[in-house]
């Protein structure tokens, strides 16, 4: 099983075959045969709009009718592809919320070209408690047939414990380590609701079974996760931040896994500090533009986000190219690895993908630890740079999807606009051949979208004015 992610290797090749241009920032990997271009001399192809892919046939496109609730860059994005808006029963494609899902998935008959956005149980990947079981599981099936050295790699995730279950475990825990900061999530929430920071025992008892085995005093308590708090998180002008990284999946047998290279930091609006005074303050310790957008150092209209390429290219002018390649290249392996934790229980179905938002913080040690998996990412835009980006890599995921038909079914593509393969279970595997860096923060370009949103120029425009540019733009 190891085998199948140690040497994964997308090769450098547009959805048509043609070499694909490289950023000088770039890591260069080796490619297959079959997939070199027979004249490295020949010239690039001319830039193809998007109507018509590299290698697309050159048939009409059919019209599709696309279904929604959202009223976000997710529905501009749709309609600015020429597909149709409708209530009915009669779409193509569905992008979904997660409770209709889980309520009418499996009432309903797909027929053969209709594709939904979530597959059935999700969950199993997206809810921080099953998330931790089946990465512990897969960790103790690998640590029994491959040892020690490979399971270590699947420890990415900061010790955890479900309560109220595991109360008692933690507790034992917590007293090796007597004031130690520890956060607590809600198992099914997102977007930082219902997050706070701990650093004595007695801040959960509300989670503590008594002698009977009863918990809250016999009132339900909420299921959360307590997970050890990174208190050393790599900063950036003293902030601390965390990365959003855009995942599609478009089957789970065989596993198939594109990554987008245009990822985003998001940092908080106060500088970083661990005094106890401070331990309760969400503005320091939180990320989430949910929270951010509320602190009183928020500036509206600038953001309070970085590309990932900036990241990547700062940190390679602080650690060296070799050490951030490095970095880059773990964080696209433990997306891989928490995928495989969930292959043998995510029920496949041809008309479902995924878009899914991780999480990754990195600690001081450059070391990546994986936060959460999001099954239903934020794509409301608080900036015109921030609708460019989404409304970009949407375009991308509805081009990889295909639901104009322009490519062969059960067609496996290298790349597609900024997603690469980087995991198609018996066949991205080139083992051998040269040292592996992932493309995660290189370079691609976002085009403006079509439409510009008229209350971000409004945002834009009351924002102070500054020597430096917005930090959506840095």
Aim: with cysteine; aromatic share 10%; proline share 7%.
């Amino acid at each position: 099983m190891m085998s199948r992610d140690k040497g994964i290797q997308p090769p450098s090749v547009s959805p048509g075959g043609a070499p694909v241009k490289k950023d000088k920032d770039e890591p260069v990997r080796p490619t297959s045969k079959a997939l070199r271009s027979p004249n490295p001399a020949t010239p690039l192809p001319s830039i193809v709009p998007r109507s018509t892919p590299p290698g697309a046939a050159a048939v009409a496109t059919p019209v599709v009718k696309f279904r929604t609730g959202m009223r976000n860059t997710v529905f501009d994005a749709m309609r600015d592809r020429g597909w149709k808006d409708t209530d009915g029963d009669d779409w193509d494609f569905f992008w979904a919320d997660v409770h209709w899902v889980h309520e009418m998935l499996d009432h309903v008959y797909l027929s053969e070209g209709q594709r939904i956005n979530h597959f059935r149980n999700h969950y199993e990947l997206t809810r921080k408690d099953l998330l931790l079981k089946n990465l512990k599981r897969l960790t103790r099936e690998i640590l029994k047939s491959h040892g020690k050295a490979e399971s270590a790699k699947f420890e990415f995730l900061p010790p955890a414990y479900v309560l109220p279950g595991e109360h008692a475990l933690f507790a034992e825990e917590f007293k090796k380590n007597p004031g130690s900061v520890w956060i607590m999530k809600p198992v099914g929430k997102a977007q930082g609701k219902g997050i706070f920071l701990i650093n004595k025992i007695s801040m959960i008892n509300g989670w503590k079974k008594d002698v009977k085995g009863v918990v809250g005093g016999g009132e339900e308590v909420e299921a959360y996760i307590v997970q050890r708090y990174i208190e050393r998180p790599l900063l950036i002008g003293g902030k601390k931040f965390d990365i959003r990284i855009y995942v599609l999946v478009t089957s789970y047998y065989p596993l198939t896994i594109y990554v987008h290279r245009n990822g985003f930091c998001r940092f908080s609006n106060s500088q970083f500090s661990m005094q106890a005074k401070d331990i309760s303050n969400l503005y320091i310790h939180a990320t989430n533009v949910a929270i951010q957008k509320h602190s009183p150092n928020y500036i509206s209209g600038r953001g309070c986000k970085w590309l990932l390429r900036n990241l990547r290219l700062y940190l390679n002018t602080k650690h060296g190219k070799g050490r951030v390649d490095d970095l880059f290249t773990e964080m696209e392996a433990l997306i891989v690895r928490s995928l495989m934790s969930v292959q043998k229980v995510m029920i496949n179905d041809k008309h479902c993908f995924e878009l899914y938002g991780y999480d990754v913080l990195i600690d001081d040690d450059l070391k990546p630890w994986l936060l959460e998996v999001n099954a239903s990412p934020s794509l409301t835009a608080e900036t015109q740079f921030d609708y460019d980006l989404k409304h970009a890599m949407l375009q991308d995921a509805f081009d990889l999807i295909d639901m104009e038909k322009r490519f062969p079914p059960k067609t496996v593509r290298q790349k597609v606009g900024g997603f690469d393969l980087v995991y198609c279970e018996g066949s991205v595997r080139q083992e051998g051949r040269g040292r592996y860096a992932s493309y995660l923060g290189c370079y691609h370009p976002i085009p403006k979208a079509p439409r510009t949103k008229k209350r971000f120029k409004d945002k834009e425009s009351k924002a102070p004015s500054s020597s430096q540019e917005p930090i959506d733009n840095v």
